[in-house]
């Protein structure tokens, strides 16, 4: 039987093009010192995350990432939905990516959806992160089929995601 040599270690798949810590000006470089309250969406930075939950009544307002994005109309994610499908099965498509921020919004505060907007036969659904951005493609994907494409920007924090039936 042939053995391994400990020093030859199996190589995990790192994508080193896309570090998310560096390019996404919204992340705080610092830590709070201790647990805070967003104002506005009442998400809690406890244990170096935000997630939902009850904070302590004397903790610190601090902004959230999504609510700083928000207030600054400077999304990170665009999903544009097109074709001829999606104009006849408007309402279920839409209603499938609400469910699908939803499903995102429970686990990650900072996954949502920022606006929905009409033109011209196209919608585009603005998000506060790059991920949820791409899950709600692959949802419509795994859906309805279609084409889809996904675009990372190389040099800051955007994907842009089309989705066609």
């Keep these: ?83 001829p499908f999606f104009a006849e099965h408007r309402d279920e498509v839409l209603r499938l990516v609400r469910n699908e921020e939803a499903r995102e919004k429970r686990a990650h505060p900072l996954q949502r959806i920022m606006a929905v907007r009409e033109t011209r036969g196209t919608t585009e659904v603005t998000t506060t992160d790059v991920h949820v951005a791409r899950r709600i493609g692959e949802s419509l994907r795994a859906a309805f089929q279609g084409s889809l494409a996904i675009r990372y920007s190389p040099d800051e924090y955007r994907v842009r995601v089309n989705w066609s039936r």
């Excluded at 093009?17 to 930075?45: M, Q, T, W």
């Excluded at 928000?70 to 665009?78: C, S, V």
Aim: hydrophobic share 25%; proline share 10%.
């Design 1 to 83: 039987m042939k053995r391994r040599d400990p020093r030859q270690r199996q190589r995990r798949h790192i994508d080193r093009s896309f570090d998310a810590i560096n390019h996404d000006p919204y992340l705080a470089r610092g830590k709070p010192s201790g647990p805070a309250r967003c104002p506005e969406c009442s998400a809690v930075f406890r244990r170096g995350r935000w997630q939902w939950g009850e904070a302590a009544k004397d903790a610190p307002q601090q902004l959230c990432p999504a609510c700083r994005r928000t207030r600054d109309r400077l999304p990170a994610g665009y999903v544009r939905l097109s074709g």
